[in-house]
């Protein structure tokens, strides 16, 4: 979706701001949202395609004036309530009304160390041959749609060069939203600066993004 | 910061009164346990950091043959040095040299090698960096104190899915004969993101 999340080339955010020696949290509630949000995962109850749509689905005002773990504890309140796990009633309240819904696992302190290293990977078995190879100039398509995507609009409907196969992986537009893994190909694709931002822009940049063959035409 | 001791309610911020009743409503229904919490943030605190991306490059600078295993396949590349897992499934090195200088953003959200670098800073989350370093490559890093020559090409890596880089920064000049322990303490984060170089022997450089 075109939210406020897909930053990309816009303008007008001012300076970076550095910290020298920045600690991982800033406030106690940073590291409880950080923690509430890794174990709720491990729950099982939604991808991190669907954590990723609650956090960009947020209002623009509010994505854009919100520190970077409240966007993650809004996206959390967000899932739990849609996901039936609490309700919106008992979050107004911040109290339990109602009992549990099963959840496959909840992550046990014992668990974490081997939970984080095994991961998540996104890379599954290949049933289908790659439209594209190494070498091909492809066409990102213009497209806007409403549901979650990879493709920044800063990259749409432009030519680039697949430079990657990485191989087949999971499909963030389908599984973000209940519709299963559907892993497709997915690609290192190289852009000249120019070629995006136009030939104003400085002519020693290039771009790698990394997009899943719905994304791509043969240009 | 203003909340850092005990207060009233009343004197908690909307945010930390929102995170508080979230983390107890899902307590209170059985589907955390605060132990595991603590665990996680004891983990990225003390475990997981930008020491693990340093003993990578430091590894890479040191034997060719580890340097060859990095560029072919950086997911086992690094997990030979045991780190492996969450935000670091699927890991590539990309290597910078005098023609190239390469640089990670995730314009999209906050994709970032945790294995290898640890959370994220603010500011690789932030509006400024995410939205400039795909056009402006070069004056978000003068912004970080570093001048590239004209001539070299800046690669922005754009984390759109769930590859994960690392930088492997140019080794310093004047540390032919260092041990790896030792070239690993130049190895800052920002290096290793593409937002910085490695430290110089010869003179004081950037901790982060």
């Known amino acids: 979706m075109n939210g406020a999340q897909d930053l990309g080339g816009q303008m007008g955010f001012g300076p970076i701001e550095l910290e020298e020696n920045e600690p991982n949290f800033h406030a106690g509630w940073e590291e409880r949202a950080f923690a509430v949000t890794l174990a709720m995962g491990a729950t099982g109850s939604w991808t991190i395609d669907a954590s990723r749509?609650?956090?960009?689905?947020?209002?623009?005002?509010?994505?854009?004036?919100?520190?970077?773990?409240e966007i993650w504890a809004r996206g959390l309140e967000k899932l739990v309530v849609e996901n039936g796990l609490i309700t919106s009633e008992e979050l107004a309240a911040g109290t339990k009304l109602s009992d549990p819904k099963p959840v496959n696992r909840v992550l046990k302190a014992e668990d974490v160390a081997s939970t984080l290293a095994k991961g998540g990977p996104a890379d599954r078995d290949v049933k289908q041959p790659a439209r594209f190879k190494v070498g091909d100039r492809v066409r990102t398509r213009r497209m806007n749609p409403e549901h979650h995507t990879r493709?920044?609009?800063?990259?749409?409907?432009?030519?680039?060069?697949?430079?990657?196969?990485?191989?087949?992986?999971?499909?963030?537009?389908?599984?973000?939203?209940?519709?299963?893994?559907?892993?497709?190909?997915?690609?290192?694709?190289?852009?000249k600066g120019t070629d995006i931002w136009g030939p104003d822009s400085d002519p020693k940049l290039s771009l790698r993004i990394d997009l899943w063959e719905p994304y791509l035409d043969l240009a | 910061m203003s909340h850092d001791h005990d207060h009233d309610h009343s004197e908690l911020s909307d945010i930390e009164l929102r995170v508080r009743a979230l983390e107890t409503l899902l307590t209170d229904k059985g589907y955390i346990d605060p132990p595991a919490l603590d665990e996680l943030i004891e983990t990225y605190e003390t475990k997981v950091g930008p020491k693990n991306g340093a003993k990578v490059v430091a590894r890479a600078w040191s034997d060719p043959d580890y340097h060859a295993r990095l560029m072919e396949d950086a997911t086992s590349a690094i997990a030979e040095?045991?780190?492996?897992?969450?935000?670091?499934?699927?890991?590539?090195?990309?290597?910078?040299?005098?023609?190239?200088?390469?640089?990670?953003?995730?314009?999209?959200?906050?994709?970032y090698p945790w294995t290898v670098l640890g959370l994220p800073p603010v500011w690789y989350k932030s509006a400024p960096y995410r939205s400039r370093a795909v056009r402006d490559p070069r004056g978000v890093l003068a912004e970080f104190g570093v001048t590239l020559p004209d001539e070299t090409e800046v690669k922005v890596w754009d984390s759109t899915a769930e590859v994960r880089y690392l930088v492997l920064p140019l080794r310093p000049a004047g540390t032919e004969r260092w041990s790896e322990e030792k070239l690993a303490e130049l190895v800052t984060r920002d290096s290793m993101i593409g937002t910085g170089l490695a430290n110089s022997p010869f003179h004081q450089g950037s901790t982060a």
């Open chain 1, 53 to 69: 749509f609650a956090r960009e689905s947020l209002p623009p005002a509010i994505y854009l004036s919100s520190s970077y773990y």
């Open chain 1, 151 to 191: 493709l920044p609009r800063y990259a749409r409907d432009t030519v680039g060069t697949i430079e990657t196969v990485h191989g087949v992986h999971v499909f963030p537009d389908a599984n973000a939203h209940g519709k299963g893994e559907q892993p497709t190909w997915l690609y290192g694709v190289a852009f």
């Open chain 2, 81 to 111: 040095l045991g780190f492996t897992g969450r935000q670091g499934e699927h890991m590539v090195a990309v290597e910078n040299s005098a023609a190239v200088h390469n640089m990670v953003v995730c314009t999209l959200c906050s994709c």
